[in-house]
């Protein structure tokens, strides 16, 4: 009973120092029950309010800090395995890839105006790599027909932004970057600001509606075999 007692007053004392429940019981081990019907009646201070507010965020911070790690654990292997299964890519394939790359992101002809060149816009610095080199590779382009466009916010660093895409794109160390500015529309919830922002490039080709043409056949005759040969339908 006297050592009852003992951890009873323990607790209150520490309890009066701003300790929470969790570190009281690390110290003393008794039922939770019993260490709340313990301290039910004692008063914390402002100051130990604040002790037990910033422990609480500090732990959750410490949870947050740790999921996110095994998230970038688990994307870092699911990438690993899914980079493993693919396997022998041959140029038709290559082909077939830059043209659906073009069917989802470049510019389509319309039956208002069909006759639209060749323009591809992207901020992902690989997409862009790919594209080109598929141009130059597979279509048979030559680098003087194509040409390079910046589109960026006219607050952003402009400077800084040619840096960042002639240090992934070395094409352009030796091609003219034509900037097109944007008007800054200030939106509450427009991300494509900061140190990470850097505008989108545009790639566009020279006289190039019938490769527009071309491509869209590439695609049209990629989806009747994929859909056909598949089994899809």
């Known amino acids: ?44 201070s402002q100051e130990q309010h604040q002790r037990l507010t910033t422990k609480k965020l500090e732990a959750a911070l410490r949870g947050a800090k740790k999921r996110k790690t095994q998230r970038l654990a688990t994307s870092k292997e699911i990438l690993k395995k899914a980079k493993s299964e693919i396997g022998y890519i041959n140029l038709n394939t290559v082909k077939i890839l830059g043209a659906f790359l073009y069917w989802a992101e470049g510019n389509k002809q319309k039956l208002h105006n069909v006759s639209v060149g060749v323009k591809f816009s992207n901020s992902d610095p690989l997409m ?17 027909e194509i040409y390079f ?4 916010h006219e607050t952003a660093d402009i400077n800084k932004a040619k840096k960042f895409w002639i240090n992934c794109l070395p094409v ?17 919830y427009r991300r494509n600001i900061g140190e990470d922002y850097n505008g989108l490039v545009r790639i566009n080709v020279y006289r190039s ?8 056949g590439w695609v049209s005759g990629a989806c009747e075999k994929l859909l056909v040969h598949s089994g899809i339908v």
């Open 149 to 152: 466009e910046l589109y960026i």
């Open 209 to 216: 509606t019938n490769l527009n043409r071309k491509i869209m």
């Open 172 to 188: 352009l160390k030796n091609q003219k970057i034509i900037v097109r500015l944007k008007k800054n529309k200030l939106k509450k």
């Open 1 to 44: 009973m006297k050592l009852k007692e003992e951890e009873k007053k323990l607790a209150v004392e520490l309890r009066r120092k701003g300790f929470s429940y969790r570190e009281i019981l690390e110290k003393i081990p008794v039922a939770k029950s019993t260490l709340s019907l313990w301290l039910r009646s004692v008063g914390l």
């Open 128 to 144: 862009l790599e790919f594209f080109y080199k598929w141009l130059v590779k597979i279509c048979q382009i030559e680098s003087q």
